[in-house]
């Protein structure tokens, strides 16, 4: 099966995240009353963004009541062409009959298939692969989150953004058109063994591009909140440049003196703020957080939670925080895949922007533009631990499943009691729950 799908993961144990899940309720019309029109520039995080006065007037509790037909009519008149009205023939028609042959994925949303559109479809359509994911009306998620999706996705446009070239609402049927992302998930590459391992400098060009795309999200007068930022979301186009996908959860929310915005607790566990799992309060810092754990994923190519490991290592952030701050421990717990190719200044420093990402103090958090500097400076950093002595080290591990040399197992013993040793290194394959409160 291929793995080339815009979502995260063909392993049906490992659900993908539902596309809007309560984003929009009756008593919360986010994203249909506040969103507005914006084609923003690379050097346009900053810019808010200008209200659209015809979309305001959609109303979500109208629109989930409304025929397809009107539905239809009501998004075209406030999307306008950037998005095509797909019919379900068309789009059967490029998968030829959603065949398995074209699968690309299975979810809780349903299923998604490879295709491929051009101007023999929609004049003025550039021929390109696309993905169609394929609703399944018996599931679990439904019209709203497929409604939210377009909504949002159909006014906000950024190269690290995911594209939605199109939609799809027939009767019952309800169906997205995205570009097609060749090189799949960050998590496919990270986590997967057939996989060859991320070089260091791909891995931070697509922490540069991730955090951009989160940075154009927050930008905006009103943020945008994404709250499920996390490896499976993250999509890479042939270059590897990294865009970001499923915004189901999205959520747009006040800064200022209405720091807060309270809402339902929903994420995915390892990656979702303290404070938000905690208190339900919601502000970008929780995606700075979530940030911070890629950080780290990328850094030791362990998952945000395995839990096939012991008990103290099964939490990342947990099990990684006491190596972080010095670059002589660090390199105990940075990935063996890397073989010693990377950089130990660059990493050293981005372990120290990964701390200060997932500090349990949100107001100590940084914010996603000086993530940004901080991380493009790392791209100057030649030093290869390599060939500065700093690898390899030793395959022996601690009780706590840290490599260590035969002089260092001082530096974890002391580090908590006596834990059995992993006997399992497979990744956990069932991670990514979502967190309801």
Known sequence: MN???PTSSTDSSKPWRPFAANCCSANDQTI?????????SRSDLSKNIAPLPSFRRLSYSDLSRSSSTRINEDLAQSLGPDLYDFQLSELRAITQNFSTNFLLGEGGFGTVHKGYVDENLRQGLKPQAVAVKLLDIEGLQGH?????????LGQLRHPHLVKLIGYCCEDEQRLLVYEFMPRGSLENHLFKRISTSLPWGTRLKIAIGAAKGLAFLHGAENPVIYRD???????????FTAKLSDFGLAKMGPEGSN???????MGTYGYAAPEYVSTGHLTTKSDVYSFGVVLLEL???RRAVEKSRCKNEQNLVDWAKPYLS??????????QRLGGQYSVKGAKEMAVLGLQCISLNSKDRPRMPAVI???EALQQYKDMAVSCGQWPVSSKSNKNGVSVSAGNKFRAQGRGGVQKKSTSATPNRKEGIMIQV
């Open 259 to 265: 720091t807060h915005v309270t809402t339902r607790v």
């Open 3 to 5: 793995n080339n799908s």
């Open 144 to 152: 709203r989150e497929w409604l939210a999706e377009v909504i949002l």
């Open 32 to 40: 249909l009353g506040n969103f507005s029109r914006c084609r923003p």
């Open 299 to 301: 850094l030791t190519g």
């Open 373 to 375: 500097q901080t991380l």
């Open 229 to 239: 930022f996390k490896t499976s979301n993250i999509l890479l186009d042939s270059d």
């Open 326 to 335: 010095s670059s002589r421990r660090l390199r105990y717990i940075m990935d």
